[in-house]
């Protein structure tokens, strides 16, 4: 008797259509239950880390997140993928080759025609992180850019386990710094009214959780505390900024206790980090 393959992805019923070069393709969807996902800790940059499970192996959920087109490589959000239009359509098509190119820097040998393997999921945040460029301030382009380099940076990592000594570790630090300026930039484009969020639905960022605004006010706290300038001169600055930018979790809503216990765990850690390294600088 044969032994039952172990499916962790179905291709969806719903046909996609490429608005950049007008391919049709179904995308491929993580198989949920049956023990297949098994959540492990949470991350300080709020990420699930999940157990490999006896009967399924490892499973990265990540890597079936973007939405690519596996002609063009045209890449975005799910609900954003048939919605470009316009000049943004344009600009995706003169951009085909340098798309490309780029992506295969990354990675030489990328097919997103197969299932996916953590390579085609890393390089297809990197897509979606580029692919938002095309789109117009009403999709709030650079918070879901900044939410892209995040999830490529973590499959980067997990790709240096796998493969250590092949510089995965060090793309992953290129895009964690990536992540870093797009938040804060997200943050400074809001407030300015250059560039909504509101078009920003579920933000994250991993999976499994939505931490709403407020997570993405944490991780440019976070991440600027970690990735940020390290000239002393401009670090100070930059942190006495993250410190008022994480210092406004704890002043929005009625309550603490209505806010998720990690965000605010991690939110009171790295703020004592920045105040005490703040301090000392002062001394």
């Given at each position: 008797?044969?032994?039952?393959?172990?499916?962790?992805?179905?291709?969806?019923?719903?046909?996609?259509?490429?608005?950049?070069?007008?391919?049709?393709?179904?995308?491929?969807?993580?198989?949920?239950?049956?023990?297949?996902?098994?959540?492990?800790?949470?991350?300080?940059?709020?990420?699930?880390?999940?157990?490999?499970?006896?009967?399924?192996?490892?499973?990265?959920?990540?890597?079936?997140?973007?939405?690519?087109?596996?002609?063009?490589?045209?890449?975005?959000?799910?609900?954003?993928?048939?919605?470009?239009?316009?000049?943004?359509?344009?600009?995706?098509?003169?951009?085909?080759?340098?798309?490309?190119?780029?992506?295969?820097?990354?990675?030489?040998?990328?097919?997103?025609?197969?299932?996916?393997?953590?390579?085609?999921?890393?390089?297809?945040?990197?897509?979606?992180?580029?692919?938002?460029?095309?789109?117009?301030?009403?999709?709030?382009?650079?918070?879901?850019?900044?939410?892209a380099a995040?999830?490529?940076?973590?499959?980067?990592?997990?790709?240096?386990?796998?493969?250590p000594k092949?510089?995965?570790d060090w793309?992953?630090?290129?895009?964690?710094?990536?992540?870093?300026?797009?938040?804060?930039?997200?943050?400074?484009?809001?407030?300015?009214?250059?560039?909504?969020?509101?078009?920003?639905?579920?933000?994250?960022?991993?999976?499994?959780?939505?931490?709403?605004?407020?997570?993405?006010?944490?991780?440019?706290?976070?991440?600027?505390?970690?990735?940020?300038?390290?000239?002393?001169?401009?670090?100070?600055?930059?942190?006495?900024?993250?410190?008022?930018?994480?210092?406004?979790?704890?002043?929005?809503?009625?309550?603490?206790?209505?806010?998720?216990?990690?965000?605010?765990?991690?939110?009171?850690?790295?703020?004592?980090?920045?105040?005490?390294?703040?301090?000392?600088?002062?001394?």
């Amino acid at each position: 008797m044969e032994e039952k393959e172990l499916k962790v992805s179905f291709l969806s019923k719903r046909e996609y259509e490429c608005p950049v070069c007008g391919a049709k393709f179904r995308k491929e969807e993580l198989l949920s239950g049956g023990g297949r996902l098994i959540a492990g800790p949470m991350t300080e940059e709020l990420h699930r880390i999940y157990e490999p499970s006896v009967k399924y192996g490892e499973i990265f959920p990540l890597i079936y997140q973007a939405t690519v087109c596996p002609e063009c490589w045209f890449a975005a959000m799910d609900q954003d993928f048939e919605e470009l239009s316009g000049e943004g359509v344009q600009a995706a098509q003169k951009d085909r080759e340098g798309r490309l190119k780029d992506a295969m820097r990354l990675c030489r040998s990328l097919d997103f025609s197969s299932p996916r393997g953590l390579v085609e999921g890393a390089v297809s945040q990197y897509l979606v992180m580029r692919c938002y460029q095309y789109y117009d301030k009403n999709f709030s382009p650079t918070v879901k850019q900044g939410l892209a380099a995040l999830r490529a940076a973590w499959l980067f990592d997990d790709l240096d386990k796998k493969a250590p000594k092949q510089n995965y570790d060090w793309l992953a630090l290129l895009f964690r710094r990536k992540a870093q300026f797009l938040y804060n930039e997200a943050i400074r484009l809001e407030q300015s009214g250059k560039e909504t969020l509101s078009a920003m639905k579920v933000f994250g960022p991993d999976t499994d959780k939505n931490y709403a605004y407020e997570g993405v006010l944490y991780l440019c706290a976070y991440l600027c505390y970690k990735f940020g300038p390290s000239d002393p001169g401009q670090r100070k600055y930059s942190l006495e900024d993250a410190r008022r930018t994480i210092a406004k979790i704890f002043g929005m809503g009625k309550s603490s206790r209505d806010k998720p216990g990690p965000l605010l765990d991690h939110a009171r850690q790295i703020y004592d980090a920045i105040n005490k390294e703040l301090n000392e600088s002062d001394e």
